[in-house]
């Protein structure tokens, strides 16, 4: 039997069936001996009874003619086609006894530079296919399979499945491909066939999949894994074309416990292996897999020769041609010639360099200077012709300065920058990046979003790949994912930021605690308390170790630790750490600085936990009033604060100005969040119980149904807040009559 159930036959043709060697969504493959003049054992694929739909033959003709087009050593040969008793087309293809590529590297521990040497065999193969006119569209290790000929490693690649030709038909059945959906293998798929665009994927998607499969060989990983963020997460933010892909280097280095190993199948330890990755393999990998194919390699002989140019130290093509760069290649070129002109030439030298090394120094300092001035200058002009925009004389008549929003002023500012700094991709990538932090400040997410991608698409343009600024961009990026409920794209994007962080500044470093408390917060906010807590702490334990401690980043770290505890239950450890955390921007801050505003609340939620009603409203309002001084009346966070309010008049039993306060709360985060964001269903959980106790209780019913369907998406079974909800919405069902329908509820979050 199949894997599906299908009875195996014993013979189809002159083929006898031995075994199932795969069974994929078109048909299955057996292994078979040829019993006619020529003896031979061979792969037989068959359509699988009752998939033999015209789209499917139409397919599977598909392959069987790309394939026959087929002659290179680098590809499994097609021997024979035909069809069975009953009309199904089955084509006979050479038998390839092999390993998956990355499993036959890892298994035989191959060097980087055996790994490369076959990529590169692969590659050959997949050029022979293009000039044939054919796109594989499905290459993947599992597609690669390593053969051993005459004690040599030799890939083939298999499986053209769904291969598309590109000059012409291959085959007078029409071969459908839906616009819409994507087809291929989703964590080696380009993006073009990903948003489903399939009628325009052209032999560019191949080298898309090329630089995933260079990728996993190199540091062991993928540069996305689809399985650990969802499927269609995946395909939609591949289809974007905004992923942000972390460099092989990067990546391997945020690997932690695993670094080991990866390293030893490659017969190296994980600081050689780190070094080896950094520089060219980065840059080669990444211009394989640049989301926009035209600014891809053209072809896979122009990925090989990158390759080839970096093993013989001479300067790539995926790299910004610096001086230095090509001089650090000619040196590791002609390291004997190097070696003998600089012992001919040091003794002249010496004396010289010894006399003019505090002119050079002071010269590149005064270089420096002049560039940073530079850029200083430049943004201050841009900013200033940016309110030039809106002089009055400008227009025929003038405008009132009310009438301009900041919203207006940084979407004015934002287009500028892209038309006028078209060609000045740092400094369009710097004032994107301030526009955007910007844009996150004031709530505007989506609009902060735009932006920062913007910023990082020009800053990997223009940086090196371990620039400081482009991960300040990836870091605000993950900020608003982190905003947004996007919780595997802000975990992406601070990891990458602290891999980076700790290479550079070290693990006890300010830069590397402030990602920790980054990363606490978004663990927070995905109800993973206790793992918040390990954040903060750690994070807290840097600061007060550092010798240059910063005592606003301890303070705002102290919260996020007594945020963590609070969600725990555990109010009296969170007390201490808010009243620290107060202290301390009081102390730095003066009054109502903004920072403030959040210290009070928090204290103020601590408070209200441990039902001192008064104390919590306090505080709040003393939040209220910075808020009001700093704040959009319309700001996310001033709906929260009223939601925190209106909750704390309700336990007071003010319930008309409980509803009030709800209310307006509920309004401003329809207006300014998502429809399943999780701050939605706070307010929407209190604003049920306010209803519920003035009477309503159908507008409870409602209001709790929607906080339920809202939590129940985001949150993990069990969470407090989701049993919360749905004890609430139980209770209230049980009172009205319908207790077959609490029972449902309470069997679906409350039980187990």
Known sequence: MTASGAPVPDRIGPYRILDVLGEGGMGVVYEADETGPVRRRVALKVIRSGFATREVIARFDAERQAMALMDHAGIAKVLAAGATENGLPYVVMELVRGMPLTTYCDSHRLTIAQRVDLFIQVCHAVQHAHQKGVIHRDLKPSNILVVEEDGEPRPKIIDFGIAKAVGGRLTENTLITHVGVALGTAAYMSPEQADGSALDVDTRADIYSLGVILYELLCGKLPMDPEQMGYHVFLAGLASREWLVPLPS?????????????????????????????????????????????????????????????????????????????????????????????????????????????LVRARRAEERARIEAMAAQSVTDFVVGLFGVFDPEQFSAPVPAGDITARELLARGAERARVELAEQPEERGRILHTIGRAYLSLGLFPDALEQLKDAARAREAALAPDADERFDTYYALGQVFRTMGEWAMADSMFRLVLTARQQRYGMGSDETSVVIGAMGLLRWRMGEYAAAESLFSEAVRLHDASQQRDDLRLARDLSGLGIAYWSQGRFAEAEPNMRRALALREAALGPYHPHLASANNNLGAIYYSLARYDDALRHYERTREIYERTLDPDHPNMASLLNNIGETQWKLGRLAEAESLLRRSLTIKETRLTATDASLAVTLHALGGVMRDRGDTRSAESYWRRALDIRAAKLQPGDRNLVETARALADLLRSTGRGAEAASIARRYLEG
């Open 250 to 358: 990067v990546r391997f280095a945020g690997l932690e416990y695993e670094k080991t190993t990866v390293a030893h199948l490659r017969r190296t330890d994980p600081e050689r292996l780190q070094r080896d990755l950094a520089g060219d393999f980065d840059w080669i990998v990444l211009h394989a897999l640049e989301p926009d194919r035209a600014r891809r390699y053209p072809t896979a002989n122009a990925l090989v020769l990158d390759l080839q140019r970096s093993r013989m130290d001479e300067p790539i093509a995926a790299r910004p041609p610096s001086a230095a760069y090509r001089v650090g290649k000619f040196v590791r070129r002609h390291r004997a010639g190097v070696a003998a002109a600089s012992l001919a030439l040091s003794a002249l030298f010496v004396s010289t360099v010894l006399a003019t090394v505090g």
